[in-house]
């Protein structure tokens, strides 16, 4: 009887599994980092003053990704849409937000992609692959953003940097 038991409870606990989690080191879908560069050094990172992202959703809505107004910094990570094959952003330099409105110095970015859905794991489920199309950076007639250069057209981590952008 203790062998039966015994061989049950065995059995019992060799089919059980590990907990379905999600490990937090386990790296899902990447976003597209920006790191900034001097325009008068090209080998140098600079600092945006101010700056502050915002995201346009398939409708036009805007979404705010990233502000800060007391900290400058020389990279982003912008969040991609899966569901769709373009993402644009509006990036501020210098904002400052008066009455619940953005203002400051705004440029336009718009990134085309592709966008595979890979297998990571039963807990973690899929995440998206993407490769960069192309990468623009709008004209207007005040442009802080001078010109970028897609240093990695995969964004399937976010331990490169994807696009530099020249200010």
Not at 73 to 81: K, M, N, Q, V
Not at 90 to 111: M, P, R, T
Not at 135 to 160: G, H, K
């Amino acid at each position: 009887m203790q062998r039966i038991l015994f061989f049950g409870l065995f059995l019992f606990l060799w089919g059980c599994e590990p907990d379905d989690i999600c490990s937090d080191n386990t790296q899902t879908t990447s976003r597209l980092v920006i790191e900034f560069y001097n325009i008068e050094n090209l080998t140098d990172t600079k600092t945006v003053p101010g700056l502050y992202a915002l995201g346009l959703d398939s409708d036009g809505n805007e979404v705010t990704i990233y502000g800060e107004t007391v900290n400058s910094t020389s990279r982003i990570a912008l969040p991609l849409d899966g569901n769709q094959n373009n993402s644009t952003f509006i990036l501020y330099k210098n904002y400052n937000e008066v009455d619940g409105v953005i203002e400051g110095n705004a440029d336009v970015i718009s990134v085309n992609y592709t966008t595979q859905a890979v297998y990571v794991s039963r807990a973690c489920g899929y995440k998206n692959l993407h490769t960069i199309q192309s990468f623009e950076i709008e004209t207007d007639s005040d442009m802080w953003m001078v010109f970028s250069s897609i240093s990695n057209y995969e964004i399937a981590n976010e331990n490169t940097i994807h696009v530099e952008i020249f200010h």
